[in-house]
Structures are given as C-alpha cells and as structure tokens.
C-alpha cells in the first residue's frame, strides 16, 4: 500500500504532463497556423472576424482558456490512471483478442462507445444550459463567443469531471478492444479540438454530402457559442434533429 500510492501519484502526474503538452502542442500549433499565419486559401473558411478580436482582450482570454484547460488535465489525469489500472487488473470489458467478439463487432462497438457518449454528451450539456447551473458551470467555456483552438479543453472543474467519467463508466458495462478504445480517445480529441478551431476545416464535398448531414462541424458547433440555445451534440446532429435544437443558419 504504501508503495502503490506514490506509483499512482507518479503515473497521474506523468499522465498530467502528457495530457497537458499534447493540448498546448495541438492548440498551439492549430492556432499559429490558423490564426497567427492565416494562409490566404483558409480564408473563405473562416466562421468569424478575426481582425475584431486581434486585441490585447483577445490574448488576456487566450491565457485565461489556457488556465482553465490545465485545470481540465489536471482533472482528467486521476481519472485516465485510475481507468487504466483498472483495465490492467482485468476487471472491465476492456478484452484484448481481437477475435473475442469477431472482427465485425470492432466497428461496431466504436459506433455504440460514440453514440452513447453523444447522448449523454447532449442531455449533460443540455442540463448545464439551464439558467442557474449555467451560470456556476458552463459559463466559463461560453466566455469564448468565438472559439479558438485554445476553447477545446476550457471548461469549469465540475464539467471536465461531468465528460470525463462516462467512458470509464461503459467499460464496465459494453465490451471494447483495446485498440478501439485507444480510436475512441482519439475521436474525443480530435472533434473537442477540430469543433473550436474558428474555421470549418471539413472539405466543401463533405459540407454538401452526408459527413455535414449527420455529424457535428466547427460550423454547427460555432453556431452554439454564438446563439448558446441549440447545437447541443458533440459527434452527431442526431438528438439536436430530434429534440429541434439542430440550428444551421447563422
Ligand atoms: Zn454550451
Ligand atoms: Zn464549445
């Protein structure tokens, strides 16, 4: 015992550094390119005025969405190792054989992990739009009525917590191979980051077609940090359709 809790501590801290360093070098990069090059062909892609917001407010804001998204690693980091020396102990339906379930449940675990992340993703979100409980936890990642890449980790303790449990929760509940899982934590980032960028990086052919149709976009979710009353989902426009909170006009 006395030698397993200073293990722990090591490996959140370390899982702390990684989590912390893959935000700023994302972001980081992200935004200079984005933001600070500004290519000339990205420009038709822009979803705001950036020139409005190339003030000493906008990079006070900067730092504060820093502040903030080090505090989400800082939550996220207990939870991750916990999650991950629990997977260790054998005691989730995290399974390792790819063959277990076959090959054809590997796809399609990921797309249950996604759906169910997405409705609970919505109904919490929802939640924290009440007035009262908005105001005390949600407030903060709306300060950013115009999302940079820096907005993708910027949320109140209590959220980060409220988004952070539910996958170690599932693993409990609905088998996954490892590697879809790792796919998953991936999919995480790489809609948080991509949905604040500010720009709607997804190909015009996609805009058209099917990808815009069902799933979540900077621009979709763009228009959630202005209007804050619709666009509620993180990976699918599926709950915002049903429950009418799909907006896509600006
Ligand atoms: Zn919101
Ligand atoms: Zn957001």
């Known amino acids: 015992m006395l030698t397993v809790i200073p293990e722990f501590l090591t490996f959140t801290l370390l899982i702390f550094l990684t989590l912390s360093f893959r935000y700023?070098?994302?972001s980081g990069c992200l935004y200079w390119f984005l933001w600070v090059r500004r290519p000339q062909s990205w420009e038709k892609r822009r979803l705001q005025n950036i020139d409005k917001y190339k003030h000493d407010q906008h990079y006070k804001k900067i730092k504060t969405e820093i502040k903030w998204s080090i505090l989400s690693c800082l939550i996220f980091a207990p939870?991750?190792?916990?999650?991950?020396?629990?997977?260790?102990?054998g005691n989730t339906k995290v399974y390792l054989?790819?063959?277990e379930y076959g090959l054809l449940y590997l796809p399609i675990s990921l797309f249950i992990y996604l759906?169910?992340?997405d409705t609970y993703f919505y109904w919490t979100h929802l939640w924290l739009h009440t007035p009262q409980i908005y105001r005390r936890f949600h407030k903060v990642h709306h300060e950013s009525l115009n999302p940079t890449p820096w907005t993708s980790f910027c949320f109140d303790p209590l959220e980060s917590f409220l988004?952070?449990?539910?996958?170690p929760i599932l693993l409990f509940i609905i088998p996954i191979h490892i590697s879809m899982l790792v796919v998953l934590l991936m999919l995480m980032t790489i809609f948080g980051v991509i949905n604040h960028t500010g720009y709607e990086v997804y190909p015009r052919s996609w805009m058209r077609g099917f990808w815009n149709q069902y799933c979540i976009t900077p621009t979709h979710h763009t228009i959630h940090h202005h209007k804050f009353n619709c666009n509620y989902g993180l990976y699918f426009r599926f709950w915002d359709k049903l429950m009418n909170t799909d907006v896509m006009k600006k």
């Open 24 to 26: 700023l070098a994302v």
């Open 163 to 167: 988004q952070a449990i539910i996958i």
């Open 115 to 117: 759906f169910l992340h």
């Open 79 to 89: 939870i991750v190792a916990l999650m991950m020396e629990i997977i260790e102990t």
């Open 97 to 99: 054989n790819p063959l």
